[in-house]
């Protein structure tokens, strides 16, 4: 079988992770216990995961000319993601997320940096290659006009769109309506359809909003009925970067030519595993593995 062709459109950072037993509330001061650096950013990680699964991967996106920027380059090139398409933005800093782990789960704040140049004339470049690919994968680190900008582009040239729209914010109809596939986690669906039950936009946009609810599942509706996908248990030591291995794995299917409740139960999976590991993309597995865990 020949490798899916995928562009993510996205961003890359560096994640800078505390963790601690408590999270601090406002105005108080606690001690921490470790602080690492790993690689980040919703984009990057997509990028990363769906290579590790088998995609060829062309990252579009930019990076800051500091040492951050060159170590995100760095971790591209040993993930076997294509960069032509990554620029260093002069005298800009590279994106960052300030993450905490305690208690079990973990708070993002993410400063963009250079993400922010990411831009609808920076994409023009990127045109030839988005148009020959099988999915573009894209998410809302980056400028709201740019993802509309893709989301147009990728409807008039035929090419699959997969909108996870993370961090959670209002989009227009239009966007939804461009898309090929939504995967809004429970809280960014209700951020999104604010006007309806949730019940009713995954009627009105069936096989195209799939919500992933954890360690539930993810539901869709087929077009006749609501279907929970289920996820799988594991004991999870990092949980940051599940969403973005579930959408790579998803997108890497369904590029594939999968259908949906396979390209959902192999995005599970992945998931699954991608929280076994420390940092985003400590725990993103290989092809292999997953294959081999969903064979057991
Ligand atoms: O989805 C996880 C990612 O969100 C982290 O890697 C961090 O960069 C934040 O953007």
């Not at 105005?27 to 990680?45: D, I, Q, R």
């Not at 590279?94 to 993410?110: F, K, M, P, R, Y």
């Not at 994409?123 to 509309?148: N, Y």
């Not at 959408?247 to 192999?266: D, L, M, Q, R, Y």
């Amino acid at each position: 079988m020949s490798k899916a062709k995928v562009a993510v459109i996205g961003s890359s950072s560096m994640d800078l992770v505390v963790t601690s037993k408590e999270r601090p509330n406002a105005g108080e001061t606690v001690l921490g216990e470790s602080f690492k650096t790993v690689p980040g950013g919703k984009g990057a990680n997509q990028a990363v995961a769906a290579a590790r699964l088998g995609a060829n991967v062309y990252m579009i996106g930019c990076v800051g000319d500091d040492d951050y920027g060159r170590a995100i380059l760095k971790n591209f090139a040993d993930n076997a993601v294509n960069t032509d398409y990554v620029e260093p933005v002069t005298g800009v800093a590279s994106g960052t997320a300030h993450i905490t782990l305690a208690e079990g789960d973990n708070s993002i704040v993410v400063v963009k940096g250079a993400n922010d140049y990411i831009t609808p004339a920076y994409i023009d470049k990127a045109m030839k290659r988005i148009k020959e690919c099988d999915l573009v994968m894209i998410q809302q680190e980056i400028p709201e006009d740019t993802v509309e900008y893709v989301a147009e582009l990728c409807k008039k040239v035929h090419v699959p769109l997969l909108l996870n729209p993370a961090p959670a914010r209002e989009i227009s109809r239009k966007l939804i309506e461009n898309a090929t596939y939504i995967t809004p986690n429970e809280h960014e669906a209700t951020v999104l359809f604010h006007d309806q039950p949730i019940k009713d936009a995954l009627m009105a946009f069936p096989e195209k909003v799939m919500i992933t609810e954890g360690a539930a599942g993810v539901r869709y509706f087929d077009g006749v009925k609501e279907v929970l996908v289920p996820s799988f248990k594991v004991e999870a030591v990092d949980t940051t970067g599940a969403g973005d291995t579930f959408n790579a794995a998803f997108g890497t299917a369904i590029a594939e030519g999968k259908g949906i409740v396979e390209s959902i139960t192999f995005g599970n999976r992945a998931a699954s595993l991608s929280v076994t590991g420390f940092g985003a993309q400590g725990g993103m597995p290989t092809r292999e593995e997953v294959e081999r865990v969903l064979s057991e």
